[in-house]
């Protein structure tokens, strides 16, 4: 028996599944905006004959603008859910009316400054918009929020974002001093606050970050760094995600996994591409790839065309 010859006629047959797959697809815009012709110019930029870009469309999961819908009102009816079951003895008229309690002192704030000129957050807050009733008046900016609690009604704080990987970007946010003319309790002599300072001296609001999906990786090291968070995601990541990682539970053979890390260790040094966010995950999303995803799916310059461009 030629064990080679089978195995190449097992690769040809996995090409075709995935190529059917792939059309199945794009014609149930499963993967959104990413078009057959895209797909097919991505593959062509690996080396002929390799199997990697197939490996890495069989894993790639994209989540659709109806998938972050979905996800945020599991979110939101979870909630819920919590608020009910604390008071199981009361009616449902009485039930609702402290849902509607709760929201009336609550406010949601997109998790970007003013500053951050592309942002995926506030994509997450229009959807939001069409789940919650009169949602506008349930939302602020991290720059307004001293002058928002000192009002003394809000006791939940949700800050929201699509994802959290390594959770830099998150930490960041959270730390960013920002001009505050509020005169509230943080404030320093240059007139300036943050997110951490705020969090640290209002002991009477809940502050939590919602996210349609998140790494263990940087929700571990957010907890550690502000354990007064209490974090809600539809969708949890860990490394068994990892695509270039031993650990990685998509290959079904380890060959595989050294095919594509030699495959992608080569790409880099071809095309000198640096990542240090990169978790090398196969998750996109309909308006973007996150920067902790593999750097094949949406790394762009003239010589290198993505499936989709990054997200922030």
Not at 121 to 128: E, M, N, Q, S, Y
Not at 148 to 161: G, P, Q, R, S, W
Not at 175 to 194: A, V
Request: negative net charge; charged residues 25%; contains cysteine.
């Amino acid at each position: 028996m030629n064990v080679e010859l089978d195995r190449n006629q097992i690769e040809e047959k996995y090409k075709n599944y995935i190529n059917k797959k792939v059309e199945r697809y794009v014609a149930q815009k499963w993967w959104g905006p990413i078009k057959g012709n895209e797909i097919r110019r991505w593959i062509k930029q690996f080396p002929e004959d390799s199997l990697v870009p197939y490996l890495l469309l069989d894993s790639l999961n994209i989540i659709t603008t109806e998938q972050i819908e979905a996800s945020l009102r599991a979110i939101l009816e979870q909630l819920r859910s919590n608020i009910f079951c604390e008071n199981p003895n009361l009616s449902d008229e009485e039930l609702y009316a402290l849902w509607n309690n709760h929201m009336e002192k609550t406010l949601f704030i997109p998790a970007h400054t003013v500053r951050d000129s592309i942002s995926s957050a506030p994509i997450i807050t229009r959807t939001l918009k069409k789940l919650i009733p009169n949602f506008e008046s349930h939302t602020s900016v991290a720059e307004e929020l001293c002058g928002d609690l000192m009002k003394a009604t809000i006791e939940n704080v949700y800050f929201v974002d699509d994802f959290i990987g390594t959770g830099r970007q998150m930490s960041g946010y959270l730390e960013h001093e920002f001009y505050c003319n509020s005169n509230c309790c943080t404030q320093t002599e240059k007139k300036s606050c943050s997110i951490r300072n705020l969090m640290s001296v209002r002991d009477n609001v809940k502050f939590n970050v919602i996210t349609v999906a998140q790494h263990n990786a940087g929700g571990n090291k957010l907890k550690r760094a502000h354990p007064q968070l209490n974090f809600l995601t539809a969708n949890t990541l860990d490394d068994t995600y990892d695509l270039l990682s031993s650990t990685c539970s998509v290959y079904i053979d380890e060959k595989y996994l050294c095919d594509v890390q030699k495959a992608i260790a080569e790409i880099k040094k071809t095309y000198n591409v640096s990542n240090d966010y990169s978790l090398n995950l196969p998750l996109g999303f309909e308006h973007g790839f996150p920067n902790n995803a593999l750097e094949t799916y949406w790394w762009s310059q003239s010589n290198w065309q993505p499936l989709i461009g990054r997200s922030d």
